[in-house]
């Protein structure tokens, strides 16, 4: 099955996995977007560095991440994500706010609006995949900018997917769990007057309760391989 992934953050931790995973794809063309570059060479992949938090540039360059191919499966998957100014309302930065929901909520949104413009009316499968996190839908003391930037992507995710079931797309936003990554390190970094729940996350790395980036892009791949098997927007990798 000849198909197009186009893959946001594949430099480092989660999104570096599912890369891993579709790379071993035969058939498989990826265009992958982080502001660094992996460099590796692979006739299938090409990378192109951007900073997705810069709209501007992000717009400019739009027609680069969405080649001109016919292909039985179309797949954005929006991983790239920043877990914000850990830190209370009444001590974040303009520039913060804006920089993490650039990131988390606009960018994404733009890529899916550009992805769909591109291959809307394209024959075969469509699928977009929004990286969300469980803090879309629970409130968390110091992450007032990540929670708030993940529950507008999931929102997004819904009306978008009521909106082009017609065209053939399926949308998801898919929480991928506690994941062993460089997030989770800047996570515990945080200073506990201004993240309460600092201890659960420490405890979470030292008794090895963190999921394995490779395990949970198995699942990923697994949900965009069987998208019939899941009806809701909303999934969770813990729960399959
Ligand atoms: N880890 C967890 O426990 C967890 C839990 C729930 C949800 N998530 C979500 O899962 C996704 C992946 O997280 P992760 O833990 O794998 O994070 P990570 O290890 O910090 O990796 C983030 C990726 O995004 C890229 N990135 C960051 N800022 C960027 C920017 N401004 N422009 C372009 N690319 C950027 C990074 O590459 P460069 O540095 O090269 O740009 C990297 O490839 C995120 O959406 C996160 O919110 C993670």
């Known amino acids: 099955m000849k198909t197009l992934l186009i893959l946001t953050g594949h430099t480092k931790g989660l999104g570096h996995a599912i890369l891993d995973q579709f790379l071993s794809l035969e058939g498989i063309q990826v265009v992958a977007l982080s ?6 060479a692979h006739s299938n992949l090409t990378e192109i560095a951007l900073d997705l938090s810069d ?3 992000l717009e400019a360059n739009l027609p680069k991440f969405f080649p001109k191919v016919q292909v039985d499966r179309y797949i954005l998957i929006n991983n790239a994500g920043w877990i914000g100014e850990v830190k209370p309302v009444g001590k ?3 520039k913060g706010i804006q920089r993490v929901m650039n990131l988390n909520l606009l960018a994404p949104m733009i890529l899916t609006d550009a992805f769909v413009k ?7 499968q469509k699928i977009i995949c929004n990286i969300s996190s469980g803090a879309a839908h629970k409130p968390l003391p110091g992450w007032g900018e990540y929670c708030s930037s993940k529950a507008g992507l999931a929102m997004f ?11 053939g797309f399926r949308v998801f936003s898919l929480a991928p769990g506690i994941v062993d ?3 989770q390190s800047e996570i515990r970094q945080a200073d506990v007057q201004n993240f309460p729940a600092l201890d659960r996350f420490v405890g979470y790395k030292r008794d090895g309760r963190l999921t394995l980036p490779e395990e949970v892009a198995a699942k990923i791949f697994y949900l965009i ?7 809701e927007v909303v999934q969770d990798v813990r729960d399959f």
């Open 181 to 183: 990554t460089e997030m």
């Open 55 to 57: 709209l501007n540039g």
């Open 92 to 94: 974040l930065n303009p």
């Open 118 to 124: 591109a291959y809307g009316q394209q024959k075969g």
């Open 225 to 231: 391989s069987h998208p019939e098997h899941f009806e």
């Open 157 to 167: 995710s819904k009306v978008a997917n009521e909106e082009l079931k017609s065209l």
């Open 35 to 40: 502001r660094s570059s992996l460099e590796i």
